[in-house]
């Protein structure tokens, strides 16, 4: 029996029972997948690097595992999209970096051993910004990406190839990672679903670090199951990761299949609201908060006093960590090297390298951190932005004493323009207002679509947080609120994408 | 605190090794004054919301401790591979340009 | 440039107006299986970047693991030194660009040091001293440049360099003194004890062979001069891996002179690093920093803490060996020697020797009477360190127990550990083939006696009269008639055996 749907915009799901049922085979997905790569990605530019030769011989094997009557993991021969911040052995990562130009890393993260372990199919690496710093994909020392629904505006970042290549059907699955809401900024502004998992949750070895202690990879798909099925395959404990948390991986995919908030109670964020808000924004979320009370949760307001500080305390950790990472960057074992011409010194050559080799965002933060860890304002900067995160945590542990999972908006905004924010770095690192907090204290947040904003059409996202390791109640949530509001319109929020 | 100047910039660049044109330390000295001044709320957070309480510093979410692996080797990287994506490679070695001399 | 030594004030002269106060700062490379963070090997002389992985070369993406037996030997070293071990302690990292350094960060411990506040005492000119420890924490190692191009194997001049990063992530312990004051004129004897008894200390934990000449152990020597009676220490210099005991103490002797002449100019020292000179013992200043070096230190992100349960920090402390100070002071009370002897003993590097000579059935006063006579003296000869003399405690023991069951005396022992030494074998070998056998057969000595009585009747009538001053003729006689082989006692009792009858 053949596949009916059109394999593009099936399911993640869907694929893997048709693959395995033998209706379709992997090869066919991945071929139809990337097919429409090559027919949109030109306009979506959501790939940096597109293997098919690599996803056609994964596909192959899956086939050949199946004909041979093996039994095929539940994303087996499902294409994704990995962001370019994974290394995989032998294929390109650049982390969207000039100065990474050409790397081809030695080794498989363990995020990218556990797809093929899967035998999940990767298609290719996506376009970020710079090492994951920026809000809007404009960073890309590779071009901008741009949002399939509105081919002029942002997708979100830093992980905005990734929804991208979602939200214009190039691919059912994605990876992204989440340092200050790039997993699930960059949903919320192209109409999917992204997860940053309990910090610990999932493995970042071979995760090309930004800021160590805030960065997550998590799972981008078009539906919240597609996500946990997701998740399920790439969490769990890896001795090569010390943040690794050695504990079983909550049950997302039995949570998301619950799909039910029946007596859960949910905390609707007050900071975030209000000024600054979009008005379509804002009555979406609230919409939704509506839809969660009426599917029988109880809703409460609550009081984080601390969150108004987050962002200020992220611009600070973030930048800290990041201007050590980056340090390693320095033309001696990889990647660039410019001015290397046998007068200059070792010194001038890692200087002009790096000069050339990052674009202005990383520079700035890299300038940032180090001002932030010197000696003279540790304490002021650097040390109160630890004690913020501290606060934060303490915020949240009061709220979820409480209720069961916090609500807000994932980001105050739609999709804006593109250009429109590159030349006022404070109102671009707004975009991650309401997503900062949950970083800062390691636990667990999803953004799924809510509807359109009525002023402008576009995607608008609502953010779901849950306690660490507790990353099950996001899938509960997310899964229910997304039945509830397809029934509401007819079909899934993402059915159709304007511009392509 | 911050009115930050092209000089302390140019402090920074030098420390982080990045060899920044005249424009671009006049441009990060505007831009991280403006960040700066914005981001300084958090000794203001840790006094108002404090309010007098000890607060510890977090640098880390997670509440691990003792993290670690036994002495027991891995598999190393084969040398040509790694090599083979360095700038420059001599002799199973990375070359790199000549260091400034400590003697 | 050197400093010379042409315009220095004589060692004696910088003593008799200043107080030298120094700080030592030790590194030694533990003996692990894998590196600190990584499970690559550890092992010497592999071909360059072999023992690399993505971790220890700092690729994009890897992390670090930290090695348990690393956190072991630490607390262990600690424990040796008397230290208080951290309850909770971190890594931190301390940021710098190397070409060296992989990811242009050292991962290391900052604030947070895994032992703290500890001594050890060290003997010296005659007397012991407290060193107290500030610390010893943990870190890992850099890797190698050879420098290519201009004079041979220098930084200076180089035209480039190569790196190998095998070395690149060994874990190592720093161990760093509070100011070590009141030496006076024994500060760089002081230093150079000090480094030896670590270097003991760490070699009885079994954590490291701590070898300088391999670079497994180093010290930086910091020194400083005040006026006599003066409280506040003096700027100091940082005189950077120092890698043998001897240097330690030339490098030591060599900045206090140093720092002298420059105060006695009424200039000040210039706080710098410097680096140690073999060739003619003398210190040279780093390359100077246009700014103040400032390594943004803060917590690893990519680590969590080590906070040891007391009850492993117990059971570690029930390991630990009899320390070498402890050790020393129990063979001496065994072997019933002087202080003086004692030390005598460890300046010619014989404890161990003597030890073992001992474990395999030689009497105490017998190993040490061979190993601090007949054998000092050869190697002192050979100019070669008691240990690299080509005999073996097993055949020193082997003589010790000949000449014990009357089958070797003195003068045929010396013989034997002569033959030892030229390489003729084993003391039985050596024996057998030089033919050197005491006389043991009584007939053949009767014989030799009846000669010599023979040979001198006065002095045989005399004996036989009463008078046994004569013995020693005839015995004399017999001792040549037997090329020495004999046994003198049995030889006079034989002999009045023979008279009185
Ligand atoms: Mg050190
Ligand atoms: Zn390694």
């Known amino acids: 029996m053949a596949f009916d749907g059109d394999l593009t915009k099936s399911t993640a799901a869907a694929l893997a029972a048709a693959i395995k049922a033998g209706d379709v085979s992997a090869t066919e997905v991945a071929q ?23 996803a056609l011989a994964k596909a192959a094997e899956v086939d050949a595992k199946r004909a041979r009557g093996e039994q095929l993991g539940p994303l087996a021969g499902v294409p994704l999209a990995l962001k370019d911040v994974f290394t995989m052995k032998g294929v390109p990562t650049t982390c969207g970096s000039k100065i990474l130009e050409g790397w081809r890393p030695p080794y498989d993260a363990t995020v990218t051993r556990k797809l093929r372990e899967a035998d999940v199919v990767i298609l290719g690496k996506t376009n970020m910004d710079e090492f994951a710093m920026g809000s809007s994909t404009e960073n890309s020392a590779y071009g901008v990406t741009r949002n399939p629904w509105d081919l002029t505006r942002i997708p979100g970042g830093s992980g905005g190839g990734s929804s991208a290549s979602l939200a214009a059907y190039e691919a059912p699955l994605a990876i992204g990672t989440d340092t200050g809401g790039s997993i699930r900024q960059p949903a919320s502004v192209t109409g999917t679903v992204g997860v940053k998992p309990t910090y610990g949750g999932v493995s970042r070895y071979g995760l090309v670090a930004f800021s ?21 395959a790439i969490a769990g404990h890896d001795p090569l990761d010390s943040t690794s948390i050695d504990q079983p991986v909550p049950d997302v995919v039995g949570a998301a299949k619950l799909a039910d908030v029946k007596g859960m109670k949910v905390g609707v964020v007050k900071q975030f609201d209000g000024e600054g808000y979009q008005d379509g924004v804002r009555s979406r979320f609230h919409e939704a908060v509506d839809q969660l009370r009426g599917l029988g949760a109880t809703v409460v307001e609550v009081d984080c006093p601390s969150f108004d500080y987050a962002l200020a305390a992220y611009y600070l950790i973030a930048p800290s960590e990041c201007s050590s990472n980056l340090a390693r960057f320095d033309a001696m074992r990889y990647g660039l090297r410019i001015g290397d011409d046998g007068v200059n010194g070792v010194e001038e050559v890692m200087a002009l390298t790096r000069e050339a080799g990052f674009g202005p965002e990383v520079k700035r933060r890299i300038m940032l951190g180090t001002y932030a860890l010197s000696s003279g304002y540790y304490d002021a900067y650097y040390g109160s932005a630890q004690q913020v995160r501290t606060l934060i945590m303490r915020d949240f542990d009061r709220a979820f004493a409480d209720v069961d999972v916090l609500v807000s908006p994932t980001t105050p905004t739609t999709a804006f323009k593109i250009g429109e924010r590159v030349d006022d770095p404070m109102a671009m690192y707004l975009a991650d207002l309401c ?66 | 605190m911050p009115a930050i100047t092209r000089e302390e910039v140019a402090h920074l660049a030098r420390l982080s090794r990045l ?33 007098g309480q000890d607060i510890p510093p977090t640098s880390h979410a997670l509440p691990l ?39 | 440039m050197s400093t010379s030594t042409v315009n220095l004030p004589s060692y004696e002269d910088a003593l008799a107006s200043y107080d030298p106060v120094m700080g030592l700062e030790v590194h030694v490379e533990l003996g692990t299986a894998t590196k600190m963070f990584c499970g690559c090997p550890t092992g010497f002389g592999a071909d360059p970047n072999t023992q690399t992985c993505p971790t220890c070369l700092g690729l994009p993406g890897s992390l ?45 411990q900052y604030d947070e040091p895994i032992a703290f506040n500890g001594y050890l005492d060290v003997e010296a000119a005659g007397r012991t001293w407290r060193i107290e420890i500030e610390r010893a924490h943990m870190e890992e190692d850099t890797g190698k440049s050879t420098h290519v191009g201009g004079a041979t194997g220098r930084i200076h001049g180089a035209e480039y360099s ?20 009141g030496t006076g004129e024994h500060a760089p004897e002081v230093a150079k004890a000090y480094v030896a008894e670590l270097r003991e200390l760490i070699k009885a934990l079994g954590v490291s062979e701590a070898r300088m000449e391999l670079g497994q152990m180093r010290c930086d020597a910091n020194v400083s001069l005040r006026p006599h009676g003066r409280e506040k220490f003096g700027t100091r210099s940082e005189t950077k891996n120092v890698n043998s005991l001897r240097s330690v103490e030339r490098a030591v002797a060599f900045e206090i002179r140093r720092h002298a002449a420059v105060l006695d100019a009424g200039d000040t020292v210039v706080q710098e690093t410097r680096h140690f000179h073999e060739n003619d013992g003398t210190t040279s200043p780093g390359r100077v920093k246009e700014e103040a070096e400032d390594y943004r230190y803060f917590p690893e992100p990519d680590l969590v803490p080590v906070a040891p349960a007391r009850e492993w920090v117990q059971e570690l402390r029930g390991t630990l060996p009899e320390l070498p100070g402890a050790r020393r002071k129990r063979l001496q009370a065994e072997w019933g020697v002087t202080d003086h002897d004692m030390q005598s003993i460890l300046n010619a590097g014989a404890v161990d020797l003597i030890v073992e000579t ?82 043991s057969d009584d007939g053949a000595l009767l014989a030799a006696i009846d000669e010599a009585v023979a040979a001198f009747p006065d002095a045989a009538e005399k004996v036989r009269g009463g008078n046994q001053g004569p013995a020693g003729q005839l015995i004399g006689a017999v001792m040549k008639a037997t090329r020495g082989q004999a046994d003198a006692a049995r030889v006079r009792e034989l002999l009045l055996k023979r008279l009185s009858s």
């Open chain 3, 162 to 181: 190569l790196v190998d990063y095998n070395r690149a992530g060994i874990p190592l312990i720093e161990i760093v003194t509070k100011p070590i004051t």
């Open chain 2, 19 to 51: 060899d920044l044109s005249e424009d671009e330390l006049v441009h990060y000295a505007e831009q991280l004054d403006v960040i700066l001044g914005s981001v300084a709320r958090v000794s203001e957070a840790v006094q108002q919301l404090g309010q």
């Open chain 1, 32 to 54: 139809a997948h990337l097919d429409r790569i090559a027919k949109v990605d030109e306009k979506v530019h959501a790939f940096l690097h597109v293997d098919a030769d690599g």
């Open chain 1, 435 to 500: 997503t900062i907090p949950t970083n800062l204290a390691g636990n667990a947040g999803m953004s799924i679509p809510v509807g359109l904003a009525p002023e402008d059409g576009l995607p608008v996202g609502l953010q779901i947080i849950a306690p660490s390791m507790a990353d099950d109640r996001l899938y509960r949530v997310g899964a229910a609120l997304e039945a509830a509001l397809n029934t509401t319109w007819g079909h899934p929020l993402i059915e159709e994408v304007p511009s392509l």
């Open chain 3, 358 to 439: 001992v474990s395999l059935g030689a009497a105490a006063d017998q190993a040490r009477k061979w190993w601090m006579g007949e054998l000092a003296r050869r190697a002192n000869e050979a100019e070669v360190d008691l240990g690299a003399l080509p005999i073996t405690p097993a055949q020193v023991a082997e003589v010790v127990a000949l000449t014990a069951a009357g089958k070797l005396n003195d003068k045929l022992a010396r013989q034997v550990i002569e033959g030892v030494l030229a390489g003729e074998g084993s003391p039985q070998d050596v024996v057998a083939k030089r033919g050197l056998a005491v006389v």
């Open chain 3, 64 to 108: 670090p693991v930290v090695n348990a037996t690393a956190i072991e030997s630490a607390i262990r070293i600690g424990l040796a030194l008397n230290c208080d071990i951290a309850e909770w302690c971190r890594f931190a990292r301390k940021n710098y660009f190397y070409p060296d350094m992989p990811k242009n960060f050292q991962t290391s």
């Open chain 2, 65 to 103: 401790v003792n993290v670690t692996r036994p002495d027991v080797e891995r598999p190393c990287l084969d040398p040509a591979e790694v090599l083979a994506q360095a700038p420059a490679a001599q002799d199973q070695r990375f070359r790199v340009p000549r260091i400034l001399g400590e003697d």
């Open chain 1, 212 to 232: 160590s202690s805030l960065d997550q990879g998590g799972p981008c798909a078009r539906t919240v199951l597609d996500a946990a099925l997701l998740h399920a």
